[in-house]
């Protein structure tokens, strides 16, 4: 079976300082994997994705994640937050085979000025 | 522009009426998703579909059905057996089977609620 765990509910962080978002799988098999940001009611809206090529992985809006085989680990980071970044982040793993994703619980990521 | 579109963003259900979800895809996606979102939970999955004609079961089914005859269209019905539909719902698309490391395509959602 697939999981995913995001170790906080919630992070809260100033404008322009560092964010980092946690997150942590089980794997059989090799994952893809995925970060997902949701603004309030609306959907779900893709930031980026690890497919087994770079380790790290670029995505939208100035975030990135990197993936650790040995740490079963993919983290989320942002060197400086914008108030916009404030919203809702899932971590989402699919293994080779299955055809439906493993959603986390979801992080809120909180910015205060 | 290619999206997903659902339908309506509000509803309001009576306690005994099924109410039914309508989403639309103009990607050209073979498999389409429709997951429940509740507070601290996440997203979980009712039902999906790979291709037309043919859907499966999700992790939490009981309560829901849905059709696919159309590749653009899977819309879910809600039941009076569903006993806690108050949430938020999502549809989602991907490419389809066997392109497991394909992400997923977001509706904006609808949020159904018990008159």
């Known amino acids: 079976a697939q999981s995913v765990t995001q170790l906080d509910s919630h992070v809260s962080v100033s404008e322009g300082t560092p964010v980092l978002l946690r997150c942590n799988y089980s794997s059989s098999y090799s994952p893809s994997l995925f970060w997902y940001v949701q603004h309030p009611n609306k959907g779900l809206q893709l930031l980026l994705k690890y497919t087994s090529a770079a380790t790290l992985v670029k995505g939208i809006n100035g975030f990135e994640a990197e993936f650790k085989k040995s740490e079963t680990s993919f983290h989320l980071t942002k060197p400086s937050a914008h108030m916009s970044d404030a919203a809702e982040y899932f971590c989402?793993?699919?293994?080779?085979?299955?055809?439906?994703?493993?959603f986390g619980k979801g992080t809120m990521l909180l910015v205060s000025p | 522009d290619g999206g997903i579109t659902q339908s309506p963003k509000y509803l309001f259900r009576k306690e005994g009426q099924n109410v039914t979800l309508s989403c639309e895809q103009n990607?050209?996606?073979?498999?389409m998703y429709w997951y429940r979102q509740d507070p601290g939970q996440g997203l979980r999955l009712i039902y999906y579909s790979q291709i037309v004609n043919d859907f499966q079961k999700g992790d939490i089914a009981e309560g829901y059905s849905v059709s696919r005859e159309k590749k653009e269209s899977f819309p879910l019905t809600v039941t009076s057996a569903q006993k806690n539909p108050t949430a938020f719902y999502l549809c989602a698309s991907s490419i389809g089977r066997d392109r497991d490391n394909q992400p997923q395509h977001f509706g904006d959602g609808t949020r159904l609620s018990i008159l």
């Open positions: 990607l050209n996606h073979d498999a």
């Open positions: 989402v793993v699919n293994h080779s085979g299955y055809s439906t994703l493993t």
